[in-house]
């Protein structure tokens, strides 16, 4: 059953590597990906889901370890247990500085985040959900007008 909602936000996703990491070095490739160990969500994360399908009908990937903490990823990354492919803002968290980052070429790879009213909810809880968002648009245009006003 498909809830009412709508389309909050949506992310590419990045490869994290630690610094040195040989991939760092070079442009975007599965082929190379396939024979790095991973650094993987748990299998309930929607992340973990996105990544498996875009690895289905290649010849795959080996979990060097499996954690449910983003924090955790970013430091096993980090001292090198493995590579992963995270939605870019899981990347761009304060906790993934030093990491190397690069974007994921791939259109179809990506994270998506709805918002979602129960049935019954009523008008109000989507009424309130596009007043945050429309907030949140308001705010991003301000900081670019700010940008370009400062320019």
């Known amino acids: 059953m498909e809830l009412p909602g709508f389309e909050v936000t949506r992310d590419g996703f990045e490869l994290l590597t630690a610094p040195g990491h040989l991939p760092a070095a ?35 990937r080996t979990s060097a370890c499996v954690v ?3 924090h955790l990823l970013l430091d096993l990354v980090r001292n090198g247990s493995g ?12 906790q993934g500085e030093g990491l190397v980052r690069t974007a994921v070429p ?28 429309a907030a949140e648009v308001v705010a991003d245009v301000r900081s670019v007008l700010g940008e370009r006003l400062r320019a």
């Open 26 to 60: 070079g442009p975007f490739s599965w082929a190379v990906l396939e024979a790095d160990p991973f650094v993987d969500f748990g299998a309930g994360w929607t992340a973990r889901q996105v990544v498996g399908d875009a690895f289905a009908g290649r010849r795959g």
């Open 83 to 94: 590579v992963a492919l995270v939605p870019a803002s899981y990347a761009a968290k304060p």
């Open 106 to 133: 791939e259109p179809d790879l990506a994270w998506v985040v709805h918002f979602a009213c129960r049935p019954g909810a009523g008008r109000p809880s989507c009424s309130f959900a596009e007043l945050l968002v």
């Open 68 to 70: 449910d903490d983003v």
